[in-house]
């Protein structure tokens, strides 16, 4: 019975990130957008440079993707890790083997980063934005992960009755917060075209 109602709530859980998410991917993209057209965001000489007459990097784009992917799904194991801090019916082995595979994400990401940051010559001024934007939540998230594993390691008989949930749910809220950033840049790229239709239409009213 009590196995009957873990599942239930999991997939009430799982209903209700999938509307929260729909949600901030929406409000990210048109956040961004409106920012871009308002020349709120900043976009430096040199970023400027970088930009060309094909518009944004089709490389970056692909990793920036790739990146949204770990991202997602560090979120939701991430999201399940801080469910799980809460309670007691987990055991400290499971526990265990979910931060090794949140590690991996951030691991992965941190990779696909890089690549993105070796390419950054080719890409366009709000790739380059999004790369900067990343990658100190990236390293936030990557060392609250691995100040979770050492509390963890430390006190594993009794991970219920210490801080430990405390860091699981520092990293589900970071972890939050970069599917919702790295997300509404990959939106935002793939309706770049609209974009420059929008803003093309708005400079000869400004002039």
């Keep these: 019975m009590q196995q009957a109602k873990i599942a239930t709530q999991s997939r009430a859980d799982e209903k209700e990130d999938l509307t929260n998410m729909n949600s901030q991917k929406g409000t990210s993209f ?3 957008l409106a920012l871009m057209v308002a020349g709120c965001i900043s976009i430096s000489p040199a970023a ?3 930009d060309n007459a094909a518009g944004s990097s089709q490389k970056i784009h692909e990793l920036l993707t790739q990146v949204k992917a770990e991202a997602i799904e560090l979120k939701r194991d991430a999201h399940d890790l801080e469910i799980w801090a809460k309670g007691g019916q987990i055991s400290w082995q499971t526990h265990g083997a979910q931060l090794l595979v949140i590690r991996e994400h ?10 993105m940051n070796k390419a950054r010559h080719t890409a366009s001024p709000w790739q380059q ?7 100190p939540l990236l390293k936030e998230l990557a060392d609250n992960t691995g100040a979770t594993i050492n509390h963890f390691n430390d006190n594993k008989s009794h991970i219920h009755l210490s801080d430990y949930a405390d860091y699981a749910k ?6 939050e917060e970069l599917a919702t950033l790295v ?8 309706h770049e075209a609209d974009y420059h239709r929008l803003k093309d239409k708005l400079e000869p009213a400004a002039s």
Excluded: P, T
């Excluded at 997300?183 to 793939?190: A, N, Q, R």
């Design 129 to 135: 934005q999004a790369i900067d934007r990343i990658h």
């Design 30 to 32: 048109l956040l961004i």
């Design 106 to 115: 951030i691991n992965k990401a941190r990779k696909l980063l890089a690549q």
């Design 48 to 50: 400027k440079a970088a």
């Design 170 to 175: 520092a990293g589900s809220n970071l972890a």
């Design 183 to 190: 997300s509404g840049y990959v939106d935002f790229g793939e």
